[in-house]
């Protein structure tokens, strides 16, 4: 479906949009070749980005009233920078993509870092995944090659 047959609207995520972000997170598993990753359920997702404490925010893309894309995002503290975005997952349905909608929500996060004044944006993309390392260009992003990632899971 063309884009400019559709309306697009990005907007921040909220609590009844959290099925249907689970959805998406889902398709990115299987996209990503690890479907088995995902363990949260849907009440710790709610939980933990609209219960007392949130720690994650979110943009979505709603196309003629359907939730097509997503963008989730948390804040990192860098000792040596302050805060900083963390870009844990952006993703725009299969159907949707090469339209603009990633565009829309990329703008959205750096507008929302420059407001709230943080240091910079940083997110993770997989050595393979092409199609988003030429977007991610777009932004005169930096790859570092240097860092390994280190994580201990429970």
């Known amino acids: 479906m063309p884009l400019d047959n559709a309306k697009v609207v990005i907007r921040p995520a909220v609590k009844e949009d959290c099925a249907r972000i689970m959805e ?3 398709e990115l598993a299987v996209y990503e ?3 088995e990753m995902v363990t949260v359920d849907l009440e710790h997702f709610k939980e933990s980005g609209f219960g007392p404490n949130p720690v994650w925010w979110a943009y979505v893309a709603e196309a003629d009233g359907l939730i097509v894309g997503f963008a989730l995002y ?3 503290y860098s000792t040596w920078q302050g805060q900083k975005m963390y870009l844990e997952d952006i993703l725009i349905t299969e159907e949707w993509r090469r339209k603009g909608i990633g565009t829309l929500l990329m703008d959205q996060l750096l507008k929302t870092a420059a ?3 943080f240091r910079g944006v940083s997110w993770q993309v997989l050595d393979w995944n092409t199609p988003a390392i030429d977007f991610y260009k ?3 992003t930096t790859f ?3 860092w390994v990632n280190v994580m201990v899971n429970f």
């Open 144 to 146: 570092d090659g240097e």
């Open 74 to 76: 948390y804040i990192r």
């Open 24 to 26: 998406l997170v889902h």
């Open 33 to 35: 070749k690890a479907p």
């Open 115 to 117: 407001e709230r004044k």
């Open 138 to 140: 777009k932004y005169n």
